[in-house]
């Protein structure tokens, strides 16, 4: 097993980058916040079968937390990272810095409109500026061919491919279904802050889609009636507090009108103590 180089500095990341284009060599990109689990490491498969070299990004993006979030106390777990990056043969890592990503006088956000300021948007304020702002920021320097992203962030995901078209940036974005645990919780870093009790509860979230999702497959068009069915199983444990249970069209996240008529997506958002959760379902 070879460990992945990590790099560092931008001059690194850039003299690696001249070699692999040297080569002719296409790449792919997988950004991340590190704290991997098996979701991540689909997204590196996938990108492992599209391209000759594939890189990974481990970077905490101070500004996509808002005050009062869990910057300080997110999962940081490099040694394992890189070992289970070595088991898929990726080739670097990118390991920039809070100095490298922000330095002083940094002042320059991608600020997005409609989309962005919905959803996740709406409930953390300069989340998705954060978002926006460091994956630019991580493609304008890794320079990739293709990037994936996981659709359990659902929102990013339409976010990024959004700027892509918008900013014409000469990448394609694919999106990596959401890998489940056997009892169907989305796997995410944030699941390891769940308490054992918490951890039995969040399943629910994922009943609540599949609730909606059956209720669709049996011909409910009505968006009130199919988040209400989602919304039944989860509120039965009061120690869901929901943030938001959304039904929208899958091509511009706005609300779906009376009746379902589009390719639509459930977004749902709540909390289990201190722990945010976030899943979704499209519905077809
Ligand atoms: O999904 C994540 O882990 C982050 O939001 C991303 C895309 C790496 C940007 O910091």
Redesign the pocket.
């Known amino acids: 097993m070879t460990m992945p180089s990590t790099l560092i500095s931008i001059a690194d990341l850039q003299a690696r980058r001249q070699a692999w284009d040297s080569d002719g060599a296409k790449v792919a990109f997988v950004?991340?916040?590190g704290a991997l689990h098996q979701g991540h490491l689909s997204l590196v498969k996938q990108a492992r079968n599209l391209a000759d070299r594939v890189i990974v990004?481990i970077?905490?993006?101070p500004t996509?937390f808002g005050p009062g979030e869990d910057l300080s106390k997110y999962p940081r777990t490099l040694s394992a990272d890189l070992e289970l990056l070595a088991r898929e043969n990726v080739e670097a890592v990118f390991l920039p810095s809070d100095a490298t990503m922000y330095p002083d006088g940094f002042q320059t956000y991608v600020h997005g409109k409609g989309m962005a300021l919905q959803l996740e948007g709406s409930s953390r304020k300069h989340h998705f500026e954060?978002?926006l702002t460091?994956?630019l920021k991580?493609f304008n320097l890794v320079q990739p061919h293709v990037a994936i992203?996981?659709k359990k962030?659902y929102q990013?995901w339409r976010l990024?491919e959004q700027m892509v078209a918008d900013l014409n940036l000469p990448i394609k974005i694919i999106g990596g279904e959401t890998l489940r645990d056997s009892d169907g919780l989305a796997m995410s870093?944030r699941n390891r802050y769940l308490s054992e009790g918490e951890r039995q509860l969040a399943p629910f979230i994922y009943q609540g889609l599949l609730a909606a999702k059956a209720g669709f497959a049996a011909g409910e068009r009505s968006p009130e009636v199919l988040i209400a069915s989602c919304r039944n199983v989860i509120e039965q444990h009061q120690d869901f507090v929901v943030d938001y249970i959304e039904l929208r069209q899958r091509r511009n996240l706005l609300p779906c009108g009376t009746s379902v008529a589009e390719a639509s997506v459930m977004l749902v958002a709540v909390r289990l103590g201190t722990t945010r959760l976030i899943d979704n379902m499209e519905m077809d």
Request: hydrophobic share 45%; aromatic share 10%.
């Open positions: 950004p991340t916040m990004s970077f905490v993006n996509q954060g978002v460091v994956v991580l992203f996981g962030d990013q990024i870093s």
